[in-house]
């Protein structure tokens, strides 16, 4: 199976020394994650690598390839893998990783669908997946992908699906939250690395609300029998059920009917004052052309950007003129309206280059997990070529009270070695700096002065253009920062 790189031909991948193991992949122990270079390997033992030759050759599989639906996957020559795996295969890979707990509500459901749509295919095949969590799938900026292809594994008849509590806690479940409760799921799933538990569902949802779609057979029911088979085995419960006649026709029809309901499932979040911030935030027409000017020169000054962070992205003005002149852009918003509203708008343009993520600046993703390692952090995956930073340094050390030495070190530290920072800087008189002002006592931000951030900067690395914009309070500096 050839790998659909992006930007790269499929080459045969040196094993060597610089192999590390990906602390997010332990929990399968017939397969395991490795990162060699640029290259994201796969090992597998005997039974993983025969699974995968059936899955390879099956008439299912090929196809989910070809759309892009399942990451791209080969294997390597015979003897590439390292001693105690018997064979590797090498992925495409994915040019920003993030977390369930950082995307919107549409895009989770736009995972789960693809999950089910997934499953659906396989189980006619004689195949299943292991596993239903939200982790395993990733983004190539608008558009889904399935990324475990460890979890296939072939159906033995009469057994439910391995992943159904999977799929529930960490998709289904934060999508109830959302479409009957109006609830952001986002911290749920970021407190949780395993998901919602249905007996914390259940508390949620007593009385009338037991009604809601979905919420009976698999919050409820799925609880009860949780609870009635605690002391029971796995084992004893799929003897149980193959005695009961369970077949592969339930279970696709099981599937089928979970796809439908979340089909049926939608969240709209009430407006809030971030969803027009565009309209609302006082620049004018010769302001916006010149801050427009200024971030186009700043991303094509040194040949094609890799990554780009667009922090505080709003609708996505900039991360699509990013997209022009770069690889791959991260859209960064904190409120999971806007990034809902960016999200849908991407998908429709059926936009590849720009991932919209859900994060709170001033409380971004830490690592999670095992050891804090399995879900890495958002500054441990950022080292941006570019950083831009529009209309946000006010808002993180005016309206969040964070320092600003410490709001510039933070942007800094998003870069790679070597990369640009592209940072306005919106000075105490600016309108909406006044606004965030007058909440605030009296005199509690000296520091906050254009001089002062001009210095923080030039001790950061070295100021190679600045722009005050015709407004005249605001000004826009791009940075080349150090090593």
Request: net charge positive; charged share 25%; proline share 7%.
């Amino acid at each position: 199976m050839a790998i659909p790189h992006l930007g790269r031909s499929p080459r045969p991948a040196p094993i060597d020394a610089d192999l590390r193991a990906e602390p997010g992949s332990f929990r399968d122990p017939a397969n395991r994650v490795f990162h060699a270079g640029d290259d994201v390997l796969r090992a597998l033992d005997e039974t993983a690598a025969a699974h995968w030759r059936a899955l390879a050759g099956s008439a299912f599989f090929p196809p989910l390839l070809a759309a892009g639906k399942v990451c791209g996957t080969e294997e390597l020559p015979t003897g590439s893998a390292p001693a105690a795996w018997a064979a590797m295969l090498r992925h495409e890979r994915i040019p920003f990783v993030s977390h369930p707990y950082e995307w919107s509500f549409a895009m989770l459901r736009d995972a789960a669908l693809l999950h089910l749509e997934i499953l659906r295919a396989a189980l006619p095949a004689g195949f299943t997946t292991k596993d239903g969590s939200a982790y395993n799938l990733q983004w190539r900026g608008a558009e889904p992908v399935f990324i475990d292809v460890g979890s296939f594994a072939p159906l033995r008849e009469g057994e439910p699906w391995a992943g159904y509590r999977q799929f529930c806690q960490t998709l289904l479940y934060p999508l109830l939250l959302g479409a009957h409760l109006g609830l952001d799921f986002q911290p749920w799933l970021r407190a949780r690395v395993d998901g919602i538990e249905p007996d914390q569902m259940g508390r949620l949802f007593r009385g009338a609300r037991r009604l809601l779609p979905g919420v009976l057979t698999h919050v409820h029911l799925h609880g009860s029998v949780q609870r009635r088979n605690a002391g029971t085995s796995t084992a004893d419960v799929r003897a149980q059920l193959r005695a009961a006649g369970y077949t592969r026709e339930l279970a696709l029809a099981t599937v089928r009917g979970m796809e439908k309901l979340v089909r049926r499932l939608d969240h709209q979040p009430p407006a809030s004052h971030w969803v027009d911030y565009q309209r609302t935030c006082g620049y004018s027409g010769d302001d916006r052309a010149g801050k427009e000017r200024f971030v186009t020169d700043a991303l094509t000054g040194v040949g094609r950007r890799r990554l780009v962070l667009d922090l505080g992205a709003n609708d996505g003005r900039y991360s699509r003129l990013a997209a022009r002149h770069a690889d791959y852009v991260v859209a960064v918003e904190q409120d999971p309206a806007v990034v809902d509203r960016l999200y849908r708008a991407l998908r429709g343009e059926g936009e590849r280059r720009v991932l919209p993520l859900v994060m709170d600046l001033a409380d971004p993703s830490p690592g999670g997990g095992w050891r804090g390692v399995e879900r890495a952090s958002f500054a441990g995956r950022a080292g941006a070529d570019v950083v831009l930073a529009l209309a946000l340094v006010h808002h993180l050390a005016i309206g969040r009270n964070v320092p600003l030495p410490e709001v510039v070190s933070c942007l800094a530290s998003l870069a790679a070695p070597g990369g640009r920072l592209v940072v306005e800087f919106v000075h105490p008189d600016d309108p909406m700096a006044g606004r965030l002002l007058a909440n605030k006592p009296d005199g509690i931000f000296p520091g906050y002065r254009r001089d002062a951030f001009e210095a923080l900067l030039a001790a950061r690395g070295t100021v190679e253009q600045r722009l005050e914009l015709p407004s005249g309070t605001r000004t826009l500096y791009r940075v080349a920062l150090g090593d």
